[in-house]
């Protein structure tokens, strides 16, 4: 089966740090993967995804995921933390059965302390 | 904000009872997914609509079932509530069926009692 996996359920940065989310997959193929972010209370909001090409994908509010074929790994990154980021962030794989649609791993709470 | 908006926000219902959630996709998209989140979990896919039809259902039983209209909008229903139908329901659009970058809406927390 197609997933993600999400091993830490909680990491925890003091602001100006940078941070790592891991996300591992396992696709047959040539994988789609994303990372989506929640606020409390709030849907999943899109921060970027790697299809093809450069393997360091850049997305919003100054978030980056490398992307590694070796390690099967698509682990999001941020140069410097901010409280603001303290969030729960999920790792998605898509998957193609009749419709195109996300598997999502569980989600890793991440926050920020000042 | 993604242009998706979901209604209502907030619903309490009872076990057995039948519950309507709608969702207005994205300007320009057609495609229409429905997801289940429940607590502490990541979304489960329930199902997608293109041009008013069924494209692919995930593992979720026929008491969940959607619509989907000319505008594309699109509403979700699920017969006879179960206490574990509590979650919230996300539905997500995206421009077309090839495209895969899905764009949620804020949600609709539904409480079974």
């Known amino acids: 089966a197609q997933s993600v996996a999400q091993p830490e359920d909680q990491v925890n940065v003091a602001e100006g740090n940078p941070l790592t989310v891991k996300c591992t997959y396992s696709v047959s193929g040539n994988p789609y993967l994303f990372w989506y972010v929640q606020y409390p209370n709030r849907g999943l909001q899109f921060l970027l995804k790697?299809?093809?090409?450069?393997?360091l994908v850049k997305g919003s509010y100054g978030f980056e995921a490398e992307f590694n074929k070796s390690q099967t790994s698509f682990h999001l990154k941020k140069p410097s933390a901010l409280v603001s980021d303290s969030a729960l962030y999920f790792c998605a794989v898509r998957v193609i059965q009749g419709a195109q649609k996300l598997v999502f791993g569980q989600g890793t709470r991440l926050t920020i302390n000042p | 904000e993604t242009g998706v908006t979901q209604s209502p926000t907030h619903l309490i219902k009872t076990r057995g009872q039948q519950v309507t959630l709608r969702c207005s996709s994205q300007s320009g998209h057609n495609t229409v997914s429905w997801y289940q989140q429940a607590l502490g979990q990541g979304p489960q896919f329930i199902f997608q609509?293109?041009?008013?039809?069924?494209?692919g259902r995930g593992n979720f039983p026929p008491r969940f079932s959607g619509l989907q209209f000319p505008n594309y909008s699109s509403e979700l229903n699920v017969n006879a509530l179960e206490l574990d139908d509590s979650a919230l329901y996300l539905c997500a659009s995206s421009r077309t069926i090839f495209q895969e970058t899905q764009y949620f809406g804020p949600g609709t927390r539904l409480l079974v009692l």
């Open positions: 790697y299809i093809t090409g450069d393997n």
């Open positions: 609509y293109y041009r008013e039809e069924e494209n």
